[in-house]
């Protein structure tokens, strides 16, 4: 049997610091270690308790999380998962803490909440057993995508899924499609109030227009959809005028969006006219269904354990025979124009 998962808790509330204990104390492959109340109480706890993760506050005294995370990650890299209120200004920081190198990030819970932290256990122990090497990454130079003369787009959709480090994967594979991209929806695991910021996020870094999926919005040339976090899940419906459809149902597989939604959708709807794409994350969900869009004629990438944060998702799909292609992230995007470029003597 391995051993608990040590924490430190780093947060300025002895509330928030308290609870976050209690929910972790519950569960018996985790260990809490010790407490601090801000950077400086944090940065000695580190040296003396050598954590294997810390949950860390964004908003804190003396120095916020984000700039002691820049100091971790370059000094003493380790796995930082990020404790966030559910705000506007705190999904941003949140998605600024995840491109830094933050394992994850989770929301704090509202009033009433009947699951405080919901799988924050989950999240430690996969932090703890990831083989991820924590050093700091040189800022890549951005590539620029190609140029729309260069890539004609055929009658693909593009459907990708991914959960536990998905905010760097989608970045690094969304950077590579041009301006005129096929129409491409991506289901995230993420908190609700985050799937707004992060489409914003990725539209001023990417080329092609990326938005939050509305109900009924139309699937177009040079349009990325990233299904809203929460109450709905995202499909794809209406093979003559294809679109965003978003559905009220229970979760699958613990999420709500479910990958597995998706990709069984667009299984049905488009078959060989689509290409799955299954990267980063905790847990099984999108697997089946990549599997289904695998057996209904489409192509499917799987990303490899290498460049995983975490090789849950992309494993159980790899072993169900449901990727055609594995390979590296930096490669995932070029392979994704391959596969629905038009081809020359007319479009696919």
């Known amino acids: 049997m391995s051993a608990p998962a040590r924490v430190l808790v780093v947060d300025d509330s002895p509330t928030m610091r308290g609870l976050i204990t209690a929910v972790l104390s519950a569960d018996p492959d985790v260990s809490v270690i010790g407490q601090a109340g801000d950077a400086l109480e944090a940065r000695e706890a580190i040296k003396k308790l050598n954590p294997d993760v810390v949950t860390l506050d964004i908003e804190m005294p003396n120095m916020n999380g984000l700039d002691f995370l820049e100091k971790i990650m370059r000094l003493r890299p380790m796995p930082v998962i990020m404790v966030s209120t559910l705000t506007h200004r705190g999904a941003e920081a949140s998605l600024a803490a995840l491109e830094i190198g933050a394992f994850d990030c989770i929301g704090k819970p509202a009033p009433g909440d009947l699951r405080p932290f919901g799988d924050l256990a989950e999240k430690v122990k996969a932090a703890a057993r990831t083989q991820r090497q924590f050093t700091q990454r040189p800022a890549a130079a951005p590539v620029a995508p190609p140029a729309v003369a260069d890539f004609r787009v055929g009658r693909k959709i593009v459907a990708i899924g991914s959960s536990t480090g998905g905010v760097e994967a989608l970045i690094a594979v969304l950077q590579k499609f ?162 629905t470029a038009a081809r020359k003597e007319g479009t696919e």
């Open 178 to 339: 041009p301006a005129n991209c096929p129409p491409t929806v991506i289901t995230q695991h993420m908190p609700p109030t985050f799937t707004k910021s992060f489409a914003e996020r990725l539209n001023r870094l990417c080329a092609p227009v990326v938005e939050e999926a509305t109900d009924g919005a139309r699937l177009e040339i040079g349009k990325i959809y990233l299904a809203p976090g929460g109450e709905r899940h995202l499909q794809v419906a209406n093979v003559s005028a294809p679109h965003c459809r978003l559905v009220e149902r229970d979760p699958v597989n613990g999420h709500r969006p479910s990958v597995d939604v998706l990709f069984d959708s667009v299984a049905e709807l488009a078959g060989r006219n689509s290409v799955g794409v299954i990267l980063t994350g905790m847990g099984r969900d999108g697997a089946a269904g990549l599997l289904k869009m695998r057996h209904a004629g489409a192509r499917t990438i799987g990303q490899n354990e290498k460049t995983c944060v975490v090789y849950g998702m992309p494993r159980v799909a790899y072993e169900l025979g449901a990727v055609e292609h594995q390979l590296p992230l930096n490669a995932i995007g070029e392979e994704i124009l391959k596969m």
